[in-house]
């Protein structure tokens, strides 16, 4: 059974800084590309970060989160540093068998999503 599944949310004041993982079971997904996706309330899903062969960004980003990744744990990872309240979300991470995808309807797994929540 392939799973994705989200840790590392919760409450921050803004300024602060969180570290959202994602653990991967069921099969490697070393030659996926990985994202992380957020929602807010009321919003649409957004694309947040890819990494694939490449790296790639939403826009509103602005040098303030990182996304990386272990293949050997299976992990992927998102640093998100300089937290505004317009972070506030919920956090998903997926798996896209295309490569460097940053299109959410290409990607085929998804995790349950952690709640961010940045206070001003």
């Known amino acids: 059974q392939v799973q994705l599944v989200e840790s590392g949310g919760g409450w921050v004041q803004t300024g602060d800084s969180l570290r959202l993982s994602c653990a991967a079971s069921?099969?490697?997904?070393?030659?996926?590309?990985m994202g992380w996706f957020r929602q807010a309330p009321g919003k649409e899903r957004e694309f947040v970060a890819a990494?694939?062969?490449?790296?790639y960004y939403g826009n509103f980003v602005k040098g303030r989160f990182t996304i990386s990744r272990d293949n050997a744990k299976n992990t992927l990872y998102l640093q998100m540093n300089s937290l505004k309240p317009e972070d506030t979300a919920v956090y998903y991470c997926?798996?896209?068998?295309?490569?460097?995808?940053?299109?959410?309807?290409?990607?085929?797994?998804w995790g349950q999503g952690t709640q961010v929540t940045v206070s001003s």
């Open positions: 997926a798996a896209s068998p295309r490569r460097d995808s940053t299109l959410r309807e290409e990607y085929d797994y």
């Open positions: 069921g099969r490697s997904f070393s030659s996926d590309t």
């Open positions: 990494i694939g062969r490449f790296i």
